[in-house]
């Protein structure tokens, strides 16, 4: 029996898609909370993570394909490598922080206070994440967002956004 194959993102013009793709599965998105935290040998994120041998290797070989880890070298005989973010894989932290002040928000865990919080690593103050206008620079409350179609959209994003507005 073979194993049936989740359909992919490819093709489709999203930038969620794009995301989701790069990272995989909840594997891919747990591993790279943990690369943003600054673990990068095998063992520490199987130690954090619990995943299996097999699912790790998997999943750190399919992020350096997806170009948001690099694989370095640290120690020769026996052979040890780390894994590092790269640029691409950096840009992640912004949808780490996210998902942190979602999860601490939902505190679905009933949980005494946050696990991580993000902090200014200046002061140690704490931060939030907030929407700014980008030609003013002001705040603006999530009631005020909408989604518009981009210079890259196409039809089916098009469509998207109309059938969305008149629900």
């Given amino acids: 029996q073979g194993k049936v194959k989740a359909k992919g ?33 095998y063992d520490d994120l199987r130690q ?11 999943r750190l070989k399919a992020l350096q394909g997806s170009g948001l880890i690099e694989k370095r070298q640290y120690q020769v005989r026996p052979d040890r490598y780390e894994y590092l973010p ?41 931060t939030t994440l907030r929407v700014v206008d980008a030609v003013t620079g002001e705040s603006l409350p999530p009631q005020n967002l909408a989604l518009a179609a981009g210079p890259g959209a196409d039809e089916i994003t098009r469509w998207r956004l109309a059938v969305g507005k008149t629900r």
């Fill in 9 to 41: 993102f490819e093709g489709m013009t999203c930038s969620v898609a794009h995301v989701l793709s790069a990272l995989g599965d909840r594997w891919g998105a747990i591993l790279m909370r943990d690369l943003l935290l600054g673990l990068s040998r």
């Fill in 48 to 58: 954090s993570t619990g995943i299996t041998n097999n699912t790790l290797a998997d």
């Fill in 86 to 126: 790269t640029e691409k894989g950096k840009d992640l932290g912004l949808l780490v922080m996210a998902m942190i002040q979602i999860g601490d928000k939902w505190n679905l865990s009933e949980l005494a206070g946050p696990p991580l919080r993000v902090v200014d690593r200046a002061t140690g103050h704490p």
